[in-house]
Each structure stands twice: as C-alpha cells, then as structure tokens.
C-alpha cells in the first residue's frame, strides 16, 4: 500500500523534485502523510481518484487499479485516506489507522 502511494509520487515526479514521508503517532491513531511535488491531480479527477480504473497516467501506462485497492485495504483495517492535491505543484496523501481494534 505504501510502496504504491511513493512509486505514484516518485512517477508524478517524472525524475526531479521532493518526497516527504512523514510519520506521526498518537493515543488514538497512527498517521502517515506522502507528498510530493509532481504534477498533481487534475480537479476534475479528484473526486474519484479512489474509483478503479481511473488513472492520471498516459494512456497503456497505468491500469487505474493502484489507488482503488489502497482505499480498500485501508477501510479493511478500520483506516482513512485523504487527499490534498493542486495541479502543477503536488500532492499529499494522508493515510490514518486507528491504534486499537474498532
């Protein structure tokens, strides 16, 4: 799930720029925030970027299926993820689980 969200960040990137992984912890969850300065997410892709098969690669290089199959691991485990994107300077996916079982 992770190596996913960096080799879309480090691809978005396309060879220059800054990757921050932050990680934080708390009594109630555990945070972990990826950001990048790549491309950034179109806004009308926004909304659905979770949906499978969407994808903000050219077309034959991506399936779509990347982010979809993180949000659902991420439900599976009781988790949130979120995203901050403004095209032309990056984006931060910000991924939240909780420290005890639901």
């Known amino acids: 799930m992770f190596v996913n969200l960096v ?14 992984v932050q990680v934080s912890h708390g009594e109630e969850k555990i945070a972990v925030v990826i950001q990048d300065t790549g491309c950034g997410i ?9 949906d499978p098969f969407v994808t903000t690669k050219d077309p034959g290089k991506g399936t779509g299926l990347g982010l979809s199959i993180v949000y659902k691991i991420v439900a599976k485990y ?3 993820i979120t995203v901050d994107s403004e095209e032309g300077k990056g984006s931060t996916f910000t991924v939240t689980f909780p420290t005890t079982a639901a």
């Open 78 to 80: 009781g988790g949130r």
């Open 42 to 50: 179109p806004p009308d892709l926004m909304g659905k970027i979770f």
């Open 7 to 20: 080799s879309n960040a480090v691809e978005a990137m396309s060879g220059a720029g800054l990757l921050t």
